[in-house]
């Protein structure tokens, strides 16, 4: 079992920036790889980024490549997502999510994620 707690979302201006958290606990937390989706109301959750379990690889959304980075403390156990140059249209609830697939492409996908945190808020005003 993954427990997973999201932080540091909020509402910025647009061209701002904001760093998320996700800290895992439990038994394969080092061991599992970590993504990023967001749910804008009413629309379906969408992939955002990943990191495979020992951080060497990454992967992107094409909407937010150049924009966001997404990156891991395994010493710490937490994943982060650095955001910047934030749009209105970045706009949603952001998860984190947590795979024992260490990596490749499938983490793309949200089906591949057995762990989910409970979410946070990320408003960008124009």
Do not use: H
């Not at 993504?35 to 804008?40: D, K, L, N, V």
């Not at 997404?70 to 937490?78: G, M, Q, Y």
């Not at 934030?86 to 984190?96: G, H, I, S, V």
């Amino acid at each position: 079992q993954v427990q997973l707690v999201e932080s540091g979302g909020g509402l910025v201006q647009a061209g701002g920036s904001l760093r998320l958290s996700c800290a895992a606990s439990g038994r394969t937390a080092s061991n599992s790889a970590m993504g990023w989706f967001r749910q804008a109301p009413g629309k379906e959750r969408e992939f955002v980024a990943a990191i495979s379990w020992s951080g060497g690889l990454t992967y992107y959304a094409d909407s937010v490549k150049g924009r966001f980075t997404i990156s891991r403390d395994n010493a710490k156990n937490t994943a982060y997502l650095q955001m910047n140059s934030l749009k209105p249209e970045d706009t949603a609830a952001y998860y984190c999510a947590a795979t024992l697939l260490r990596s490749g492409s499938p983490l793309m996908r949200a089906i591949t994620y057995n762990y989910w945190g409970q979410g946070t808020q990320v408003t960008v005003s124009s």
